[in-house]
């Protein structure tokens, strides 16, 4: 358990570099028309920011390895952008009905306005990284752009296979299928490439960016195991998301893999069946029927348990991943953030 002190200190830095990020994301915005349909929603979406985990990674990695905040901002924001856009993408996939305590955008302004303020943070988030020419040089910036590129296909084939796997009711799924996702869709975009575009900036593409490959891959899984067990038994004032929105729409989850191996043959037969319909088709009495099922054989324990040992291993691998960066105080972040990631109630 991660002591309150330490808490507040780490959600204090984050909030530093997210606060940053999003000042000059914000100041970004075109202010011409159309505002109404487009960017004034742009400007909603991000006036409900989250912990700012991605932009701090880049930042505090850049300043760890002897950068500076102002190098690291342009690749901070169109990574932060690029998430939010995901996110605008995902709740009209996914079906989901909140987001950060508010309505999905998709419930407030419709399906087609939703896709294109999504669509248009993917395009202001490549602007941001044409700033980095003036700041990184253009071989630098290059080489950033490459980072991103590779992102965003990592995401979206992440993306296609959770997808794929909902619409087929594919249930014959392993821990490594599990993880194969959480790497793709979670893990590349929300650490390993903070980290390596932080690092390379920071030692003007001096460093082996594959060094950060294993240790942002724990760090990722963690923040997703984490995230899938606080969907079931968070709390949903502070969690942000509908609680057992992930049993609504089918997620493939650890929780789920376990619970598939481990129940008898009927309770298989009955998941089928369950998992066999889309949203707006499963019942309340189904969804409580594979919590309950979570619970009976220790899935959410198994998870955790899973959870303890990536974390762990993600602290042996920041040793040698960012054994000889410089900026100590940025290092420490970064290094005390493994705990609080896997650890957190939001």
């Given amino acids: 358990m991660v002591a309150s002190t330490e808490t507040a200190g780490i959600e204090r830095q984050l909030a530093h570099y997210r606060d940053l990020t999003y000042d000059a994301l914000l100041g970004q915005l075109p202010t011409r028309e159309p505002r109404r349909y487009l960017y004034d929603l742009i400007a909603g979406q991000l006036s409900h920011a989250g912990k700012g985990l991605r932009p701090a990674l880049c930042i505090a990695t850049c300043r760890a390895f002897g950068g500076s905040t102002e190098q690291a901002l342009p690749s901070a924001v169109s990574i932060e952008l690029l998430h939010n856009a995901f996110l605008v993408h995902d709740d009209i996939e996914d079906g989901s009905l909140y987001r950060r305590n508010e309505a999905a955008l998709y419930v407030e302004e419709g399906v087609p306005i939703a896709l294109n303020v999504g669509d248009a ?11 980095n020419i003036p700041v ?3 071989d630098l910036s290059y080489r950033v752009f490459h980072e991103a590129q590779h992102l965003i296909l990592q995401s979206v084939e992440g993306q296609a296979l959770e997808l794929g796997w909902t619409r087929d009711n594919v249930v ?6 599990y993880l194969r996702v959480v790497l793709k869709k979670t893990c590349w975009y929300t650490a390993i490439h903070p980290c390596r575009i932080g690092a390379l900036i920071g030692t003007a593409g001096a460093v082996d960016a594959d060094r950060f490959n294993l240790f942002g891959f724990l760090l990722g899984a963690a923040f997703q195991i984490q995230d899938d067990v606080l969907n079931l038994i968070g709390d949903q004032g502070r969690y942000g998301k509908e609680i057992l929105g992930d049993i609504w729409e089918g997620k493939r989850t650890l929780m789920l893999v376990h ?3 481990e129940c008898t043959a009927d309770e298989r037969e009955e998941l089928r069946r369950v998992f066999s319909v889309g949203r707006d088709r499963r019942t309340e009495r189904d969804v409580d ?5 979570f619970q009976r054989h220790g899935s959410i324990d198994f998870a955790r348990a899973a959870l303890r040992q990536v974390v762990h291993a993600a602290q042996d691998e920041f040793d040698d991943a960012y054994r000889d960066a410089p900026g100590v105080a940025d290092r420490d972040f970064i290094r005390r953030l493994i705990p609080y990631l896997g650890d957190r109630e939001v």
């Fill in 259 to 261: 619970a598939l191996r």
């Fill in 136 to 138: 990184l040089g253009a």
């Fill in 121 to 131: 943070m993917n395009v202001l988030s490549i602007g941001s990284l044409i700033e």
């Fill in 172 to 177: 014959d799924l392993t821990e490594d299928d």
């Fill in 289 to 293: 029927w594979v919590f309950r099922l």
